[in-house]
């Protein structure tokens, strides 16, 4: 019995550990008799899309090959040509990406992103509640701009140093939170003060003696890990920003270990650290919702919808930005009280003071920790000068292209429609390859930061080259989108959305924002397990053969449902800036699940207050448009 009992556990590992390649060789095969028995367009088609939906869903495959399905599905079925499959896979928002791309390498080569996080610290203070708030407000507004898992790995190693330096001289306070910077240390060291030190010096064993010497590392400072796992380096496998997959270094996995099992310096201690830490990854997550580069669900609703909808000249840079900017610093406000009620407590007087009298001793030397990290940093150079110019002048690019409700500069042009957001995008990125980084006609070196690829040799080095693009070009990223684009495009020509809609009928009789309520809390439900673009490419179609067939502006059921599908925040799984967080060992994941199931609801509710409030007169949600009229018409003949 015991030699039977051992066989079927083996069997079962074996199984276990070829799991993905039975669920590869297993979909298509079980699914199969569906365009068998019914060969026509619609069958043929909606075999290819739950084919490719349970290979994002289940993983099995990387989601940048799952996305290649429909490249060769298509035409062996006979729903679309291989050239008009192909033509689905590089669109308008791909070269948007990629200028945005550029941007951002600039950003992180010549450390504009640190000085950004540094500086909003330094105004917000040491206090617990204003150092949260301070941090989320720098991770929301580099978020804006970079991807939500380049913000965290970006953010998290400063304040991980702010919260070192709140260990150490909590221990050395021996555990009086409450004593003042003028106040002495007791002259009499008990044995469980001894023993912290111990802990402390154990847990930091591969780090400086001097907690205060400790640098900081960013995400293009990450070097290769330890091969004995003192170093793990790992890769994210999701992918939630327009970034690519790259390299993060999670901390010391002994280190996080012991650090669990270790006592801090005192509860509240503890607290901090779990509120400070889970505020960067939630924060992340707001701040890409407000532009549509802020995150790659975005950039697919963005192009999926002007491709389903052509006539829809609705959705751009300014729009978007104008409808989710509120959302955000309404989102950004709740999430911090709920943080701090369910981390800190009530009591805002004393965490959120701003008077020097009542910081604590810890308080000033966390201040004096981060001034010094700033003061590395030295003078502002000529290179991060050009960067943020460059910032500046794509955002105003962008919001005076089409602005709505004055001409913008397209108007100038005698030809109109040409000229998109991706246009400014291309041509900033491009300038960047040419620009020298260092000041012209100047001979000093004393404004010019030199990095690992750069020489002195070399005057007219340029801002970026191309291997600072290739290192963040996030090329699965966009054959996932194109993925999405190509089995958009199946499902229109061969009718599948249509017959979806009709299904959907019964539906009729809710009023809008119930059909809006369900799909919200549908989509930030299963993106809690699988990657947000994977279920937004499957859920876009569906949603808006709805509201087609439910009459409904589709805006009111898609730009909601985008939204949601980033607030997969209750478990590490759920994004990369949750697994970055969770691997640093200050919180749990049943502290992953309480908070963010706060912050999931939080979201919900003011998305929905959004579309049914400004939301309304700004896209017109009250009327069935006439271009999803045309539609419509058009699907249905």
Known sequence: MRLEAAARMDLFRKLWKARKLIVVVFIPLSLLPLPLIHPTS???????????????????????AAALVPAFLYPLFGVLKSSEVAAEYCKDTTLLLMGVICLAASIEKWNLHKRIALRMVMIAGAKPGMLVLGFMCCTVFLSMWLSNTSTTAMVMPIAEAVLQQLICTGLADSHNDSETAEATEDD?????????????????????????????????????????????????????????????????????????????????????????????????????LITITGTSTNLIFAEQFNTRYPDAKVINFGTWFIFSFPIAIIMLVLTWLWLHFLFLGCNFRETCSLSKKRKTRREMLSEKRIHEEYAKLGPISYPEVVTGVFFILMTVLWFTREPGFVPGWTSLFEKKGYRTDATVSVLLGFLLFLIPARRPFSSSSSNFRKTDDQSDDDPLAPMINWKDFQRLMPWEIVILVGGGYALAAGCKVSGLSVWIGRQLEPMSGLPPWAVTLLACLLVSAVTEFASNPATLTVFLPILSALSETLYINPLHTLIPSTMCVSFGVMLPVGNPPNAIVFSYGHVKISDMVKAGFGVNLIGVAVVMLAITTWGVPLFNLNEFPAWAVARNVTGSL
């Open 42 to 64: 619609e069958a043929c088609c909606a075999y290819v899309l739950m084919v490719t939906a349970v290979y994002w869903v289940s993983e099995a495959v990387p989601l940048g």
């Open 188 to 288: 009499s060291v008990t044995d469980k003060e001894n023993l912290d030190k111990n802990q402390l010096e154990m847990l930091y064993r591969n780090d400086s003696d001097d907690c205060t010497k400790q640098e900081l590392s960013t995400l293009s400072e990450v070097r290769s890990g330890e091969a004995n796992g003192l170093g793990l380096k790992q890769f994210i496998r999701h992918t939630n920003g327009h970034l690519p997959q790259v390299a993060i270094e999670f901390p010391n996995v002994k280190r996080v270990k012991a650090r669990r099992d270790s006592q801090y310096p005192t509860k509240r201690d503890h607290m901090i650290c779990k509120c400070l830490s889970l505020s960067i990854t939630y924060a992340a997550t707001i701040g890409g």
